[in-house]
């Protein structure tokens, strides 16, 4: 099975960007559709975006969409999400999910996928 250590988070102020990163190891990326996840305390995990196994297929959802890019290299089994434009809303804590049983395009409920990192802090200050 796959694990997962993201990195990258921080304390930022509105406006910065960041990029996070997801690195697999035990398996090889490209078997998995990967997805990024955050929380915030008293709130359900949401997704942010998510990428199928070779890159074709993207999913971000409405609130990230312009500000959020997600990306994988299956060379070096790491999947990114750049953050440009950080808004206060987007502090949360931020995981990396793997999906071992799509075979193709993404899925956006968290109960899809099987792996899961530890998080990364992602807080945003004004």
């Known amino acids: 099975q796959v694990q997962l250590v993201e990195s990258g988070g921080g304390l930022v102020q509105a406006g910065d960007s960041l990029r996070l990163s997801c690195a697999a190891s035990g398996s090889i990326l490209s078997r998995y559709v990967m997805g990024w996840f955050r929380q915030t305390p008293g709130k359900e995990r949401e997704i942010v975006a998510a990428?199928?196994?070779?890159?074709?297929?993207?999913y971000y959802t409405n609130s990230v969409k312009g500000r959020f890019t997600i990306s994988r290299d299956n060379t070096k089994n790491t999947v990114y999400l750049q953050i440009n434009s950080l808004k206060l809303e987007d502090t949360a804590l931020y995981y990396c999910?793997?999906?071992?049983?799509?075979?193709?395009?993404?899925?956006?409920?968290?109960?899809?996928?099987?792996?899961w990192g530890q998080g990364t802090q992602v807080t945003v200050s004004s």
């Open positions: 999910a793997a999906d071992n049983r799509r075979t193709g395009g993404v899925g956006t409920g968290s109960h899809e996928y099987d792996y």
């Open positions: 990428i199928s196994r070779f890159a074709g297929t993207t």
